[in-house]
Antibody
Framework: EVQLLESGGGLVQPGGSLRLSCVAS????????MSWVRQAPGKGLEWVSG????????YYADSVKGRFTISRDNSKNTLYLQMKSLRAEDTAVYYC???????WGRGTLVTVSS | DIQMTQSPSALSASVGDRVTITCRAS??????LAWFQQKPGKVPTRLIY???SLQSGVPSRFSGSGSGTEFTLTISSLQPEDFATYYC?????????FGGGTKVEIK
């Protein structure tokens, strides 16, 4: 069974930065593209960013382009999301996922507030 | 970018009702379409993949259809445990996009 474990969420002030991590286990991490998906309180699912299995290709939703950076370290089976210039509207549960394959972590809550 | 327009955004139905939810893609996505169910405080779970293939373990009252730009999720006879929010996801191309969701409530 695929296991994805996120960490790094928390409370941050507007304009601040945060880095999320996701450790993957029980599957061959370096063969799969990965994504971050978020869900604001009471709102729908929003795909945020994706990265190819090699890390060479990265993709972003318009809402985070230029502020968030996705990366991966295949030697550590770890996916990252560096978030900068955070806004109140970035408040959400962030899931590490392969949504097209129905693999999801449990999520980590990011709260942007002063 | 491909936009996914999901309708309705909410519906009220009774146990035993037939329920239909639609997603329209702004451009063709072949059959790269999945349907998810999400209950409050829980991680989404996939019901349908490749537009019409039933996920293992999902009751047969759920079905999906469509190809190209129009897709449908049908619940043939709504059960109490089906009251939840449903989302479509296109994964034909990046950026991946979810539909806005359909909240199915008890009438």
């Amino acid at each position: 069974e695929v296991q994805l474990l996120e960490s790094g969420g928390g409370l941050v002030q507007p304009g601040g930065s945060l880095r999320l991590s996701c450790v993957a286990s029980t599957f061959t991490f370096n063969t799969y593209a990965m994504s971050w998906v978020r869900q604001a309180p009471g709102k729908g699912l929003e795909w945020v960013s994706g990265i190819s299995n090699s890390g060479f290709n990265t993709y972003y939703a318009d809402s985070v382009k230029g502020r968030f950076t996705i990366s991966r370290d295949n030697s550590k089976n770890t996916l990252y999301l560096q978030m900068k210039s955070l806004r109140a509207e970035d408040t959400a549960v962030y899931y590490c996922a392969m949504p097209e394959k129905d693999f999801w972590g449990r999520g980590t809550l990011v709260t942007v507030s002063s | 970018d491909i936009q996914m327009t999901q309708s309705p955004s909410a519906l009220s139905a009774s146990v035993g009702d037939r329920v239909t939810i639609t997603c329209r893609a702004s451009q063709g996505i072949s059959n790269f379409l999945a349907w998810f169910q999400q209950k409050p405080g829980k991680v989404p779970t996939r019901l349908i993949y490749a537009s019409s293939s039933l996920q293992s373990g999902v009751p047969s009252r759920f079905s999906g259809s469509g190809s190209g730009t129009e897709f449908t999720l049908t619940i043939s006879s709504l059960q109490p445990e089906d009251f939840a929010t449903y989302y479509c996801l296109q994964h034909n191309s990046y950026p991946l996009t979810f539909g806005g969701g359909t909240k199915v409530e008890i009438k």
